[in-house]
């Protein structure tokens, strides 16, 4: 028997791991004590490292179809034969006419994000790239370009040493933390309340965190920019405001008070469902607190006003002074460097210098919203694009580390528009919702068998930390790395090496530097701490190394906007808020609004194969308020009805007192069993339904171009 420390991969709070193995079979996955930062502490889906690990369900071998029909084929013969196909589709119809989508795991996989994020769009030449940040944190990254000047500065909340902590959104207590590396939130947050400090949450259901919250306010689905708006009209009209030590930092602070001054907590309480009264309270108490921070994720985020709501929770921070300082809202100092390769990799970020064909969406930073996939799939060649230089009708469509057909708005559409590809190919472990729907699936290793450094959740870690996790077992020689695949594929498009000349800095390095390893130890050698922590160093500290609190005064490195001051009042999202205004006493259409729901068991669409993680009740319920229950006759246990613009579902009701009147919470990724070519035993046994089969392509922060997964009008019958 051997052990083995790595960090666990499967969600943002990279625990340590310690697992107990023989060769290549796992025979215990439990926390690592010594780890620096999670200190022992591993949440229920670490088991399903071992799981997929084992899952007789993953696949092994790259797969093609043949009729209705997967068979097993060779890599060099898949490589060929994709390489061919892509080619001449591009020569036929452009290389923007080829999609690519890449999902979640892909920022939990450094190697694989180089050459997906990097190496191959460059290599193919596409503009038509997609990924799961906008379902996600597309407001986080925008905003921060916006007011910081790049989207790798990202403010973390100072939960360890806070006096207040403001949740607005969010469920750290199951999702344990995100854009927030911080495992073991039950005790953090347990440790604020023990030193005297506070934690409120806004939010349509009172969740986990809600129920171990000093203070809980339900908030009406897409209310928060209007509820931050008012609460920063208390801060300006009641003198609350206290920059500190960024008083000679910022610009824009006059015209956000003007802003601020239209939205009254009288004026907004009927779109948020808060009373002014509370409002006012909050605001006061926040602006009080020794320390306090506010901090928002996917219930901000992926909304109408996803990018205001992100903006405006920035915005309090700074002004009550609470941003760069200990407590508030703070920068990492990684040691590699994600703000410094955002610099050298050109990817600062820029916002709507190409647009989508059929609605005109803006890009983000290379990337096109996903809510627009399914149109840009099914929508004839001859609807010309709306706006100048848009891209061409997709042709082909690559997904890699993604399920979009369960975890994008109005998946059922997307699963519809795959069958008018010329080509799809899915790089995948699984043969699943998407990958079902693919000519070829190239199946890469899974976490034991590579190793690993967490490029981006050390940057937004609660510490500063480094970690190596080595691969457990050496990949078999049938296998391939997801950054292999992506390398291969790569050359056969330029039917050679790729040309040097449309390859930027990075990706140039990638090529050259031929490993995904060396990059990372160039990283390593060139950032804060420089020779000092090599990838040498790092490799030996098996349980990884602690680089100590987060530091204030970190500004003055992170700024990138020009003036080098905060950017509070960007006429981008000034002129948004005429969108939000608009809004004030709009009626909406259905009489239900619906939202989201995180199971601890469960992550996103793809954890459902591990029968220890599924067991038990069933998770996949619809929650509704009792008097809305009442209202329709209908009682826990009973299947009910729900009914969006898009589309319609049966689901098992639970009525409950959490979520508020008015609400209604469905977890999304499920519903597995939804036809031919699924190979995941125990998820399609499991039933359940897709969220997203009702969520609304239609429906986006039109500014951000995130999908609106939160906030859906649906109206809920019996059947
Ligand atoms: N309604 C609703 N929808 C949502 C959300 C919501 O809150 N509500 N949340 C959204 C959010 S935050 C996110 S991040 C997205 C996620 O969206 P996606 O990333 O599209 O979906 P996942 O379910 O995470 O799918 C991950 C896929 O990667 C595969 N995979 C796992 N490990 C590897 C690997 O190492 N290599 C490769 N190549 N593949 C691997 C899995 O088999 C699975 O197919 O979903 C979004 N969708
Ligand atoms: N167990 C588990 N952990 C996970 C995942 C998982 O699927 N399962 N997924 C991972 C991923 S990809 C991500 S991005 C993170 C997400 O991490 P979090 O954002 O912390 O998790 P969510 O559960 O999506 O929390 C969103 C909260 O917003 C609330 N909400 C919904 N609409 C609104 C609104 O309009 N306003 C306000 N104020 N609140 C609203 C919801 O009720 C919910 O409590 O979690 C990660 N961790
Ligand atoms: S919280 Fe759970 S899933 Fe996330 S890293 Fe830790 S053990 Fe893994
Ligand atoms: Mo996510």
Redesign the pocket.
């Known amino acids: 028997m051997a052990v083995h420390h790595r960090a666990c991969?499967l969600c943002e709070a990279i625990c340590g791991v310690e697992i107990e193995h023989e060769g290549a079979r796992v025979l215990s996955v439990r926390g690592d004590r010594e780890d620096p930062v999670s200190k022992g502490y591993i949440c229920p889906k670490a088991v399903a490292l071992a799981d997929?690990h084992h899952d007789p369900d993953r696949l092994q071998r790259p797969l093609k179809k043949v009729g209705d029909e997967f068979v097993e084929i060779g890599w060099d013969e898949a490589f060929d034969e994709i390489g061919a196909r892509l080619r001449e589709i591009r020569e036929r119809h452009g290389a923007d006419a080829i999609a690519h989508?890449?999902?979640?795991?892909?920022?939990?996989?450094y190697a694989?994000a180089i050459y997906a994020m990097g190496v191959f769009p460059a290599a193919v030449g596409t503009r038509a790239r997609y990924?799961?940040?906008s379902?996600?944190?597309l407001p986080r990254m925008l905003v921060s370009w916006l007011l910081f000047g790049t989207q790798a500065a990202l403010p973390i909340p100072d939960v360890d040493r806070t006096r207040h902590f403001l949740v607005i959104g969010a469920n750290p207590l199951v999702s344990n933390g995100?854009l927030m590396s911080a495992p073991g939130m039950g005790r953090r947050l347990a440790e604020l309340r023990a030193r005297g400090g506070r934690l409120v949450v806004i939010d349509p259901r009172r969740s986990e965190t809600a129920e171990v919250a000093d203070e809980h306010c339900f908030i009406r689905p897409g209310g928060d920019a209007f509820f931050l708006l008012a609460f920063l009209h208390v801060l300006f009209s009641e003198g609350l405001t206290k920059p500190r030590h960024l008083s000679a930092r910022t610009s824009g602070e006059e015209t956000l008070r003007a802003l601020a001054a239209r939205f009254t907590p009288e004026k907004v309480a009927p779109e948020t469902g808060i009373t002014p009264d509370t409002v006012r309270r909050l605001a006061r108490e926040f602006a009080a607190a020794d320390a306090a921070v506010a901090y928002g994720r996917?219930g901000v985020?992926?909304q109408e006003f996803g990018a205001l709501a992100t903006w405006l929770i920035d915005v309090v921070n700074v002004v009550t002074g609470n941003l760069d300082r200990v407590g508030g809202a703070m920068f990492t100092t990684p040691a590699a460097d994600l703000i410094g390769l955002a610099d050298v990799a050109r990817l600062r970020g820029h916002h709507g210098t190409y647009h989508s064909r059929v609605r005109g969406l803006p890009e983000w930073s290379d990337e096109l919203p996903?809510a627009a996939l399914a149109e840009e799939i099914d929508t004839p060649e001859d609807v010309a694009p709306k706006k100048p230089g848009g891209v061409p009708r997709i042709r082909a469509l690559l997904?890699?580390?993604?399920?979009?057909v369960?975890?994008?708005?109005n998946g059922a559409r997307l699963e519809r528009a795959f069958a008018s590809l010329e080509l799809m190919v899915?790089?995948?472990?699984?043969r699943?919702?998407?990958?079902r729907h693919a000519h070829y699936i190239?199946?890469?290793?899974?976490?034991l068998e590579?190793d690993h450094y967490d490029i981006v959740l050390h940057a937004v870690g609660l510490r500063n930390a480094a970690k190596w996790s080595p691969a457990m077992v050496p990949r078999a020689p049938h296998q391939r790395h997801?950054w292999e695949?992506y390398r291969e594929l790569s050359v056969r498009l330029a039917g050679g090496p790729v040309p040097r000349a449309v390859l930027g800095p990075l990706t140039k390095l990638a090529l050259a530097a031929a490993t995904p390893e060396r990059i990372l130890a160039l990283l390593l050698r060139t950032g804060p701490y420089g020779k000092e922590l090599g990838l040498d160093v790092v490799k030996r500290a098996k349980h990884g190394i602690d680089l100590g609190p987060l530091e204030a005064g970190r500004l003055t490195a992170i700024l990138r906007t020009k003036s080098k001051k905060i950017r509070l009042a960007p006429p981008q999202l000034v002129a948004d808020v005429e969108r939000l205004a608009a809004k004030l006493g709009r009626h909406r259409t259905r009489a239900l609004t619906l939202i989201?729901?995180?199971e601890l068991r469960s992550?996103?669409?793809?954890l459902h194969n591990s029968a220890r993680l599924v067991k038990g009740r069933d998770r996949c319920t619809l929650r509704m308020h009792p008097t809305d229950a009442e209202g329709r006759g209908l009682a826990s246990g009973a299947v009910v009805r729900v009914t969006s613009r898009v589309g319609r579902l049966e689901v098992p009701l639970e009525v409950t007192d959490e979520v508020m009147p008015g609400v209604v919470s469905?977890?999304?990724?499920y519903g597995h069993r939804r036809g031919a070519g699924v190979k995941l035993g125990v998820a399609v046994e499991l039933g359940g339904v897709?969220?997203?089969d009702?969520?609304d392509e239609k429906a986006i922060d039109t500014f951000a171009g995130t999908?609106n997964?939160?906030g859906?009008e649906v109206d809920v019958t019996s059947i």
């Not at 989508?101 to 996989?109: K, L």
């Open positions: 991969h997929v989508y890449v999902g979640n795991p892909i920022a939990h996989n694989a990924s799961s940040q379902t996600d944190n995100s996917m985020s992926a996903v997904t890699s580390s993604g399920n979009p369960l975890s994008t708005p899915s790089i995948d472990i699984y699943n919702e998407t990958s190239l199946p890469p290793t899974f976490a590579r997801d695949i989201g729901r995180r992550n996103n669409s793809w469905l977890p999304h990724g897709s969220a997203n009702l969520t999908a997964l939160n859906v």
